[in-house]
């Protein structure tokens, strides 16, 4: 075993995977791909919010001839995009439900004069009364189609909160609201497609789930699934924005390239790709929590509502972990949560990085300093003497298993931020001054992996093949969209066989040679998948073991030497793993209670701010984010995860601010969607604990969405305690401060 333990890898910072390609220039995008006579393709939108389409029109002036047009009577299968219900046409037919609603695709070799007869196109609708909030929403439902408001609800109850508020010494209430955020990818969507009734459909994308996309074209054109076939290009980024809505581009491109005959690419500019994607889903939740003298959570009662948009897209999942998220890490011995995604005439709203837990734990984190100086306690000690601890069941009845201990976290956290300290000191200068300091904290947990059976039901698997040269290539259908998946699968795959870094390949995500491993989405790719790495690589180590060609303690090259028998003799040497669940996981999918997740990370985030009470205008100063991820596959990946979470969230906090007027994003262009610049964001101080967790790889958890819940409350908890002002919205933008500010100011005058 001596000379595998000189190769660990798992905890150290390797080169990543696909670093060179990327910083030489070798590294291949889709708008980089370039096919023989190829068309670009361009999309015809509604131009209103709610209607009816009565006639399109295509203006003088446009050689029509020349271009391949296509409307909803093309479509050969389903008119629908397969997701979690194919309420969402891929074109719209007859009627239009948001302002930015596909209904028309034109393709021509010239990108010039495609967007000249894009622009010559005239969609001809009659307007039906819209609706554009969730209180339009909830009091107008007449006013959406079907005249049923809701894609989804849930509900979770523990104890007896009736009961319980009708006798508690404190009743605390309050409401709480978070804004639609852009994902803001460095690389926007982009789609090439060749299609042909015969050899099928092939589309390059860049994408996070190639598995969606596949079964999303396999009904759009009524194929099997051999022919259809998904490639993943190398992607700039996704944060949940490349989840659902690539099948939508990739059906356009593909319908396109059906009629033509030829390869068609689809590139969205800037402004196109932010007013027709996906967003984080607006919301509203409203608290009213029972305590006794003592400060101790007696009962929650929460109502969690978010905004779908036009379609159900994947709504009923993001409801539903902000659901789970909503009461926190806290134990609360009765609990009621409803829930809804409501619809509204936006265009669907969708995945972002946090998946719905960001907005509720926006809301309880506030809630809970608003309840904390109601009790007469500090934000502190009222979260130490409510704390979760092992043993203790949360909202939907889970006992936690593992050793968590959050007022360790809490002690960390405040520590290496000068809490105490700086709280003092900010309460003696404060006083009088243009330029006011706050400190603030959040303390909040994240579910890692699918929720309740969603893992069971994806029932993901990985493979890994060895080649003659003692290679071993890993085959999933995970992708590297910046975090860093190849680089720690690769580590993962080393470490279980005690061979070099470089010996192990990671397959290019296509569908035609690699297995489902489930999509890139919910802190699983690490956790989950990697897990199977870890399981399938042991496999195929112990298969060769079984075969008498290797003994342990092997060096590299006796595996190579092993493997190439094993090939000349018995032929491929492969090795499969498929997702088992944990053991003494339950979950009740009617009731919504049990096992939510196998796992959580814990965290503690501390935010330092200033704020200009001329201006009103915030900036972060400082920020400590500690958490508890299990063990750190990879030091800089991990700490970088953190850091461009953190950084996102400020911008959730603070300046992303979605104008909309009538449904449709008005400032879609990065001039005047404001987003966090390298000035605008801190030194973030990144601190981990690890707590092996037995079913992750080398007892890793997931991490990647853990940073967007905690940072927003941690920001404008500490903007209260500088100005003294409650704020329950965000962004908290310079005009919302001011508005806030505004009747403090006033008594401060009439004082």
């Known amino acids: 075993m001596g000379a595998q333990t000189e190769k660990r890898l798992v905890g150290r910072p390797v080169p990543r995977k696909e670093g060179r390609d990327k910083v030489t220039g070798q590294a291949r995008y889709v708008d980089d791909l370039v096919f023989p006579g190829m068309l670009h393709g361009a999309t015809v939108r509604s131009p209103a919010a709610r209607g009816r389409i009565h006639a399109i029109q295509f203006g003088e002036g446009i050689p029509w001839d020349e271009f391949t047009i296509v409307t909803a009577k093309d479509i050969p299968g389903e008119n629908g995009v397969a997701l979690l219900v194919p309420d969402q046409p891929c074109l719209a037919d007859s009627v239009v439900n948001h302002p930015e609603e596909p209904i028309v695709l034109l393709a021509h070799p010239d990108n010039y004069l495609l967007e000249e007869a894009r622009r010559a196109v005239r969609i001809e609708v009659e307007p039906l009364p819209a609706v554009f909030t969730i209180e339009d929403s909830e009091s107008k439902k007449e006013v959406i189609w079907g005249e049923d408001n809701v894609f989804k609800s849930y509900l979770v109850e523990k104890g007896n909160v009736d009961e319980v508020c009708a006798h508690a010494d404190f009743i605390v209430e309050g409401e709480y609201r978070t ?70 581009i990739a059906g356009h491109a593909a319908l396109l390239a059906w009629k033509s005959g030829k390869p068609v690419k689809i590139v969205y500019d800037r402004a196109e790709d932010m007013a027709a994607t996906t967003k984080r889903h607006p919301s509203r939740t409203r608290h009213r929590t029972a305590v006794s003298k003592d400060g101790r959570l007696l009962g929650m009662e929460i109502d969690f509502v978010i905004d779908g948009g036009a379609y159900t897209t ?57 309840v904390a100086r109601a009790v007469g306690l500090s934000p502190e000690e009222f979260r130490r003497r409510n704390f979760i601890q092992p043993g203790q069941a949360t909202a939907t009845g889970q006992v936690i298993r593992e050793d968590v201990n959050m007022n360790h976290l809490l002690d960390r956290g405040l520590e290496l931020s000068g809490y105490h300290e700086k709280t003092e000191r900010f309460a003696r200068e404060n006083p009088g001054q243009q330029r006011k300091k706050g400190i603030g904290f959040a303390s909040f947990m994240h579910g890692a992996g699918f929720t309740g059976s969603g893992e069971e039901h994806l029932a993901s698997v990985v493979e890994v093949e060895a080649t003659p040269q003692g290679r071993v290539r890993v ?78 303690g092997f060096s590299s090259a006796e595996f190579e030497r092993a493997c190439k028998r094993y090939i000349e003799t018995q032929g491929p040497l492969r090795a499969r793993s498929q997702y088992q669940p944990p053991p003494g996981i339950h979950w009740d999918d009617v009731r919504y209670q049990g096992d939510a997740y196998g796992t959580y990370a814990w965290a503690v985030y501390v935010a330092e701010v200033t704020v200009d009470m001329v201006t009103f205008e915030t900036e972060v100063n400082d920020f400590v984010a500690v958490q508890e991820v299990g063990k750190v596959i990879h030091p800089v990946l991990a700490a970088g995860q953190i850091e461009g979470g953190v950084a996102q969230a400020i911008g959730y906090a603070l300046y992303e601010n979605v104008v909309w007027n009538e449904g449709r994003m008005l400032n879609s262009q990065m001039t005047n969607y404001l987003m966090p610049t390298a ?7 990144v601190f981990f604990e690890e707590l092996h967790y037995p079913y992750g790889p080398a007892g890793a958890k997931g991490i990647g969405e853990l940073p967007m819940d905690g940072t927003a409350p941690a920001i404008v908890n500490a903007i209260e305690n500088a100005t003294g002002v409650s704020l329950h919205q965000i962004p908290v933008t310079p005009e919302s401060l001011m508005e806030a500010l505004a009747p403090l100011e006033q008594a401060g005058a009439r004082g």
């Open 679 to 685: 000035v605008d964001v801190p030194r973030i101080r």
């Open 314 to 370: 994947l709504s009923p999942v993001v409801l539903s972990r902000g659901t789970i998220h909503a009461a926190g890490p806290y134990f609360c011995p009765n609990v009621r949560i409803r829930s809804r995604a409501v619809a509204t005439n936006a265009p669907p709203h969708g995945a972002f990085r946090g998946f719905g837990a960001p907005q509720s734990i926006f809301a309880l984190e506030r809630h809970m300093d608003r």
């Open 179 to 248: 804004g639609a955020q852009e994902q803001l990818y460095i690389e926007n969507n982009g789609m090439i497609a060749v299609a042909d009734p015969l050899k099928g459909v092939t589309v390059w994308g860049s994408l996070q789930c190639p598995y969606y996309v596949h079964k999303a074209l396999m009904t759009l054109f009524g194929l099997p699934a051999e022919k259809i076939r998904v490639i993943q290009a190398e992607t700039g980024g996704g944060f949940g924005g490349k989840e659902e809505y690539p099948s939508i």
């Open 475 to 552: 085959l999933a259908a995970s992708t590297e969209i910046g975090q860093g998946t190849n680089t720690v699968f690769s580590q993962i795959a080393a470490e279980a066989l005690g061979l070099e870094y470089d010996r192990i390949e990671i397959s290019k995500p296509d569908t035609a040679k690699v297995p489902n491993s489930g999509p890139t989405v919910a802190s699983r790719t690490c956790m989950v998948v990697g897990k199977l790495v870890e399981s399938a690589t042991l496999g195929l180590k112990q298969t060769l073991i079984g075969s008498g060609l290797l003994q342990e």
